[in-house]
């Protein structure tokens, strides 16, 4: 059994301040994608992560992938009340169907 | 461009009532899936398809039940309503090409039904 898991579980922050959020796994996965889930909405694609030290940006987001493919970060810079919501991040093993698994996310909140 | 639909947003069932979740997607995709969303617990994989007429197990499989007679829809069927079922329902959709290890394909969500079971 694979096993994932999301830290903070929840984080309350200021506009401005920058905040990391982990993804841990305990076995190496092929893919990982971050997604954002916000109140009364599903979850959406935010960032995939294929290659071990892999970082990826988006506008202010950091994603990093860890050298030996079992975690991951996400680094938000000036964080921003529309910065707001679950984020999920999502991981594809190497195991029949090759379907993804999430974990638990991280609840944040930015206050204005 | 609608996406994924789903219906009903909100549903109420007393237990032992049975009910089905609609979900229809407009992007001619070939995978579909349902999840359930407790507080906490992230998503949880119910049943998937890879196309009309095949379906397979998720996760949690326990207690529902899913069809695809089409590309576009891919219903979950709920027949003896019980309280452990009380959570949120996502159908999503995806375009997963021929390759066997899909990195790049992307789900896209509906926007869910919260079920309570009393």
């Known amino acids: 059994t694979q096993l994932l898991e999301q830290s903070p579980q929840f984080l309350s922050i200021q506009e401005g301040e920058n905040l990391t959020v982990y993804c841990n796994s305990s076995?190496?996965?092929?893919?990982l994608q971050w997604y954002r889930q916000e109140p009364g909405e599903g979850p959406v694609l935010l960032v995939t992560?294929?290659?071990?030290?892999e970082v990826k940006k988006l506008k202010r987001l950091t994603f990093q992938f860890g050298d030996a493919r079992k975690d991951s970060s996400l680094h938000i810079t000036a964080a921003q009340p529309g910065d707001t919501g679950l984020y999920l991040c999502?991981?594809?093993?190497?195991?029949?169907?090759?379907?993804?698994?999430f974990g638990g996310g991280t609840r944040l909140m930015v206050k204005p | 461009n609608a996406g994924v639909t789903q219906t009903p947003k909100f549903r109420i069932l007393k237990i032992g009532q049975s009910m089905t979740l609609q979900c229809t997607q407009d992007?001619?995709?070939?995978?579909m899936y349902w999840y359930r969303q407790d507080p906490g617990m992230g998503l949880k994989l119910i049943y998937y398809?890879?196309?009309?007429?095949?379906?397979d197990k998720g996760e949690v499989p326990n207690g529902y039940n899913v069809s695809r007679s089409t590309t576009e829809d891919f219903p979950l069927r709920l027949e003896l309503a019980a309280p452990s079922q009380t959570s949120v329902y996502f159908c999503?959709?995806?375009?997963?090409?021929?390759?066997?290890?899909?990195?790049?394909?992307?789900?896209?969500f509906g926007s869910g039904t919260q079920l309570s079971v009393l």
């Open positions: 999503a959709s995806s375009l997963r090409m021929g390759s066997p290890n899909p990195t790049n394909e992307k789900l896209f």
């Open positions: 076995s190496v996965f092929s893919s």
């Open positions: 992560v294929v290659t071990g030290g």
């Open positions: 999502a991981l594809r093993f190497n195991n029949a169907g090759n379907m993804l698994t």
């Open positions: 992007m001619n995709h070939n995978y």
């Open positions: 398809s890879v196309g009309a007429g095949i379906t």
